[in-house]
């Protein structure tokens, strides 16, 4: 079985300050890792994904995310942080062996002045 | 591109109702539509997956008789609620999902929220 495991519930960062958002996995296979961003009262919207090939995935808003397979870890990074990135953060997994997204159970980041 | 739409956005309904929910994918065709339900600050929790023209197949503990889903074509898929109560109160996600270079890749529509008086 497929698993995402995303540590903290609450992140709080500083504006303008870096921010990590953590995500550790456990699959049996090769994992595609997403991340995905969610406002309050709305869907998702997909930030970015590892497949394959470099380790260090660049995506939406200046977001990007390190694929570490020694330590099954993609956490999510920003090098500044801004108010509007407060959100709810989830982490995903696909392995075609389950062919479904197994998701984390979410991280509220919050960014204050 | 790449566009998932969820109509109504929010429905609020008497207990004993029948809530029909859709799922368009408006500029692609989805092989495949999924259905989650999200309880306030939790995870999605995926409630069946389906395929076009054929039965959806229900994740372990979703009534199929409770949530009736119809795959009609490769853009549209309908969630149906039946005789709701409150307790099926809850924020309702599709996703589609389409072929990109073998990763499968899903998106999201922006959910739907269920009231049930």
């Known amino acids: 079985a497929q698993s995402v495991a995303q540590p903290e519930d609450q992140v709080n960062v500083a504006e303008g300050n870096p921010l990590t958002v953590k995500c550790t996995y456990s699959?049996?296979?090769?994992?595609?890792l997403f991340w995905y961003v969610q406002y309050p009262n709305r869907g998702l919207q997909f930030l970015l994904k590892?497949?394959?090939?470099?380790?260090l995935v660049k995506g939406s808003y200046g977001f990007e995310a390190e694929f570490n397979k020694s330590q099954t870890s993609f956490h999510l990074k920003k090098p500044s942080a801004l108010v509007s990135d407060s959100a709810l953060y989830f982490c995903a997994v696909f392995t075609g062996t389950a062919s479904k997204l197994t998701f984390g159970t979410g991280t509220r980041l919050q960014v204050t002045l | 591109g790449a566009v998932v739409s969820q109509h109504p956005s929010w429905v609020i309904c008497k207990s004993g109702t029948s809530v029909k929910i859709e799922c368009r994918s408006l500029?692609?065709?989805?092989?495949?539509m999924f259905w989650y339900r999200q309880f306030p600050k939790q995870s999605l929790m995926l409630m069946a997956t389906s395929n076009e023209g054929s039965k959806a197949t229900y994740e372990q503990g979703v009534e199929k008789d409770k949530f009736l889903i119809n795959h009609a074509s490769l853009t549209l898929s309908t969630l149906t609620v039946t005789s709701a109560h409150p307790e099926d109160s809850s924020f309702y996600i599709c996703?589609?999902?389409?072929?990109?270079?073998?990763?499968?890749?899903?998106?999201f529509g922006p959910g739907t929220r269920l009231t049930v008086l």
């Open positions: 590892y497949i394959t090939g470099d380790n």
């Open positions: 996703s589609a999902r389409v072929r990109t270079s073998g990763t499968n890749e899903q998106f």
């Open positions: 699959v049996s296979g090769n994992p595609y």
């Open positions: 500029d692609f065709q989805a092989t495949t």
